[in-house]
């Protein structure tokens, strides 16, 4: 609906997939699934109350925790699905342009032809959900946490 009221005026409203939060903002779902990996470490005496709470919460989020060369692989783990979607995007203009005023593929089938490129798809909302060993991967490679 935001779309369509944006073309009536005018303008274009670019926005993610639907349902497809691992192009967000430069891998910041990467962050966010790193950051509650590391929460769920802590032991509740580090949790309880509301300070400690607050504390916890911080240091899962620090700079100490979530290294610069991490942001930067959780980017390019970003960059890559962003280029897939591109991929798409691309066939389904030429396809466009080949068959005049056909519709272009079904949104339906996007999810497909991404599982297809990518290969690593396997849900939406969380990073930790549809890219679990990744975050876990680099959880374990922060040499700050003990086992």
Excluded at 57 to 81: H, L, P, Q, W
Aim: net charge positive.
């Amino acid at each position: 609906m935001l779309q369509a009221m944006g073309r009536e005026m005018g303008v274009t409203v670019d926005r993610t997939p639907k349902c497809h939060c691992e192009l967000a903002g430069e891998g910041i779902e990467y962050a966010w699934g790193f950051s509650k990996n590391y929460y769920r470490t802590l032991s509740l005496a580090d949790k309880k109350g509301k300070q400690n709470f607050l504390d916890a919460v911080n240091k899962c989020i620090s700079r100490d925790k979530i290294t610069t060369g991490m942001i930067r692989k959780f980017s390019r783990r970003a960059r890559e699905y962003i280029a897939a979607y591109y991929k798409v995007w691309q066939k389904n203009q030429e396809q466009a342009e080949a068959t005049a005023d056909l519709p272009i593929v079904d949104e339906t089938t996007t999810p497909v032809e991404i599982e297809k490129i990518i290969k690593l798809f396997k849900t939406h909302r969380c990073a930790m959900d549809f890219d679990s060993s990744f975050c876990k991967a680099s959880f374990k490679g922060d040499d700050a946490i003990a086992p």
